[in-house]
């Protein structure tokens, strides 16, 4: 089978000893399964997330954006540049968008870019990972590998905030995009109905409003128990760390038990792939996905 | 351009200065921003108020104000506006601005923070996860830090212990390789958009 070609743009989480070190793990074996290479692009930067805005201002984000996009378009051209964080993606996806719109934005980022000896052409497309999976896979194929399918197991999809909004994936709806639930069907898993799959989880706020980015945490994560749900799966990379991480503080705070495992959409697809916990990166969580590891395991 | 060109007319000044800041004028004041905001109770003047406020000219309370640094960046306000502005980057845009005139809250955490962050990241190209969270606790001096690290510790060994935070990160740890164009990238960004804002 020829592979489809990317260029990957991981993203400051995703380095080993990292935050989300736990996702590049889980994909690769997904990939090899599903025919899709990436190609790291050499000496990519941070896209700024969200909170890059306080001191970057625009023309910087944009500028550091558009380094990357240059770069890809410069080492891997013809390939689409795709990331697996939502905040990387949203900041790329959201450069490309609007220097095509404002021609006098293309020109001030390309006098910044000439500064490294770079130019932005403007050819490159930024996608997610989770884009790729759907449109250029489709669910069907990404049913092909399954060898153990995770029947039983009650999972709350939580897609959150920066994969659904403010570009989405295409054809679903921002209060409640069905995709997420379809891939977990889709590995012989049941996604059950709750009221907070798209709710925020204070993003950055975790760090400086840490009180109130908790309230968020907690009735995501107490929503999940209301409805049954023994995991929560995420596409985001930010939601993961924070719904996951702070499940502990909150308890100590509150006196709540909390312990609800947080894990990637890539992580099911690996374990329902044959993947071994290892390899699904299940050694990395706070909360132990014991259900999970157990289909692994079998 | 100096402030005072602006003196009577605050909407005026964010237009030319707020990123996006022409759509101000495009708001019909019917409150779904505010409604979805995830941390709406916490904020003194919604994006709503805010757009009224700066129609209204009230320069010194909305670029004082500690509203729009409690925006999450969750991108619901955006997709729900019937008249389609884009809120978030006016919240981002207008919280840009007060910093770099200096009239935002001097201690409003998300501002610290999001300089931190910036800073991290101009440095090396990458952001080292353990020396901002570090940065982080220490902003406010050394024995609040000692504080703050203690009590997120458990939290810091679960993570080293999963793999997901090195303690090498310390010694210098993810970097790009062309730090030095990085740095004249941002350099020349900030200098273009600076010029064009009145703000050099
Ligand atoms: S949702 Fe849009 S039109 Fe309505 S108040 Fe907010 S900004 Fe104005
Ligand atoms: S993006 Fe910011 S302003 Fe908009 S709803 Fe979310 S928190 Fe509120």
Same mark, same amino acid.
């Given at each position: 089978m020829t592979k489809k070609q990317y260029a990957f743009y991981p993203?400051?989480?995703?380095?080993k000893g990292a935050s989300g070190s736990n996702f590049t793990t889980s994909i690769q074996l997904m990939n090899e399964k599903l025919g899709i290479q990436l190609n790291e692009i050499p000496d990519w930067n941070c896209c700024g997330a969200?909170?890059?805005?306080?001191?970057?201002?625009e023309l910087p984000r944009l500028a550091i954006n558009a380094r990357n996009l240059a770069l890809a378009e410069q080492h891997l051209p013809g390939q689409d540049m795709v990331s697996g964080c939502p905040a990387c993606w949203l900041s790329s996806r959201e450069t490309v968008e609007r220097l095509h719109e404002f021609g006098s934005l293309m020109a001030e980022t390309n006098e910044a870019l000439k500064e490294a000896g770079l130019a932005f052409k403007g050819t490159v497309k930024a996608r997610h990972m989770v884009e790729v999976l759907i449109e250029d896979v489709g669910f069907e194929a990404m049913k092909a590998?399954?060898?153990k399918s995770l029947e039983g197991l009650k999972i709350a999809g939580y897609v959150g905030c920066q994969t659904n909004r403010p570009f989405g994936i295409a054809g679903e709806s921002f209060e409640n995009p069905m995709y997420l639930d379809h891939m977990i069907e889709t590995v012989g898993a049941e996604a059950v109905k709750y009221d907070q799959k798209v709710t925020c989880c204070g993003g950055a706020?975790?760090?400086?409003?840490?009180?109130?980015?908790?309230?968020?945490?907690?009735?995501? !994560?107490?929503?999940?128990?209301?409805?049954?749900?023994?995991?929560? !799966?995420?596409?985001?990379?930010?939601?993961?760390?924070? !719904?996951e991480i702070y499940q502990s503080e909150i308890n100590k705070k509150h006196g709540t038990k909390l312990a609800m495992p947080v894990v990637y959409y890539s992580q099911l697809m690996t374990v329902a792939y044959g993947g071994s916990a290892k390899e699904a990166g299940l050694n990395g969580q706070l909360i132990r996905a014991e259900k999970l590891e157990g289909f692994a395991n079998k | 351009m100096t402030t005072a060109t602006y003196k009577?007319?605050?909407?005026?000044?964010?237009?030319?200065?707020?990123e996006d800041g022409h759509m101000v004028k495009m708001c019909m004041q019917c409150g779904v921003c505010a409604g979805s905001c995830p941390l709406g109770p916490h904020w003194q003047?919604?994006?709503?108020?805010?757009?009224?406020?700066?129609?209204?000219?009230?320069?010194?309370?909305?670029?004082?104000?500690?509203?729009?640094?409690? $925006?999450?960046? $969750?991108?619901?306000?955006?997709?729900?506006?019937?008249?389609?502005?884009?809120?978030t980057h006016i919240m981002h845009g207008l919280a840009h601005y007060a910093h770099r005139l200096n009239l935002a809250p001097a201690k409003q955490p998300t501002r610290a923070i999001a300089k931190l962050f910036w800073d991290n990241l101009v440095k090396t190209g990458r952001v080292n996860e353990l020396k901002f969270s570090l940065a982080m606790y220490f902003k406010d001096g050394f024995g609040q830090g000692v504080k703050n690290s203690m009590a997120m510790q458990g939290v810091g060994l679960g993570l080293v212990k999963?793999?997901?935070?090195?303690?090498?990160?310390?010694?210098?740890?993810?970097? $790009?390789?062309?730090?030095?164009?990085?740095?004249?990238?941002?350099?020349?960004?900030?200098?273009?958009?600076?010029?064009?804002?009145?703000?050099?």
């Open positions: 993203g400051c989480t995703q380095q969200s909170i890059g805005y306080g001191e970057g201002g590998p399954v060898v706020l975790a760090f400086s409003e840490p009180d109130k980015a908790q309230n968020q945490i907690r009735q995501i !994560v107490e929503s999940a128990y209301d409805h049954g749900a023994e995991l929560i !799966v995420t596409p985001c990379q930010l939601c993961q760390a924070n !719904v | 009577n007319s605050f909407l005026k000044e964010v237009e030319a200065n707020v003047h919604s994006p709503q108020k805010l757009f009224m406020m700066i129609r209204a000219g009230k320069r010194e309370e909305v670029l004082t104000s500690d509203s729009m640094w409690m $925006c999450t960046s $969750c991108y619901n306000c955006i997709v729900r506006c019937p008249r389609k502005l884009p809120i999963a793999g997901r935070l090195s303690p090498m990160e310390i010694l210098g740890g993810h970097k $790009c390789q062309d730090q030095n164009g990085i740095q004249k990238i941002v350099a020349k960004a900030r200098e273009i958009e600076d010029k064009r804002r009145g703000l050099a």
